[in-house]
């Protein structure tokens, strides 16, 4: 699978094993991910290092990527697709922005990138993005960008000791306008 040169453009591309070092660095820099995102607290660099790899061969089988956001030659983020299932033509989108470089449209460009690209380089079907209902930020992503609400999933994930519930929103292919609005 190759990523389509709009992603490049703004800064989007896949991780590689030479980022590890940077990214556990700015993973470690934003302790409020811990919040969020269940692999953060237990994250150091061998557990960075296996994710890239994994990323680097989910790459090479087409099963979807995960990429480093880097607008000016720094990762400031990751966006990525999920395990993409070919067969119904549909994947989930998942995110994280270091706190430096929030508020500023980063990742809703990124992500409205990413589903040019899904939609009209994959030819998928559907788009899901999955947050928890009190992450404002991350919500904000998908509904900015024209997302339909569709289910609230009782304690879905386990972040920090606790269970978080899941508001899946969805995109499918005909909706998608391309654009923040």
């Known amino acids: 699978m190759t990523l389509s040169p709009g992603l490049d453009r703004l800064g989007v591309r896949p991780l590689r ?44 089988g087409g099963k979807g990527f995960q990429a480093a956001i880097e607008p000016e030659d720094e990762i400031v983020g990751v966006v990525g697709l999920h395990a993409i299932d070919w067969v119904n033509r549909n994947t989930s989108i998942g995110y994280w922005l270091a706190e430096g ?7 809703t460009t990124a992500v409205s990138a990413l589903l040019d690209h899904a939609f009209r380089e994959l030819d998928l079907h559907r788009v899901e993005i999955h947050c928890a209902p009190e992450n404002r930020p991350s919500r904000a992503i998908p509904e900015r960008l024209g997302f339909r609400e569709e289910a609230r999933l009782r304690q879905t994930e386990r972040v920090g000791g606790r269970y978080l519930d899941s508001v899946v929103y969805g995109m499918l292919a005909e909706e998608w306008g391309g654009g923040t609005g």
């Open 17 to 60: 094993a030479g980022d590890a070092g940077e990214l556990y660095a700015l993973i470690k820099a934003n302790p409020d991910l811990e919040e969020w995102m269940p692999w953060a607290a237990e994250q150091d660099l061998a557990a960075t290092e296996r994710f890239i790899a994994e990323a680097e061969e989910q790459l090479r």
């Open 101 to 107: 470089a929030r508020g500023r449209g980063v990742m």
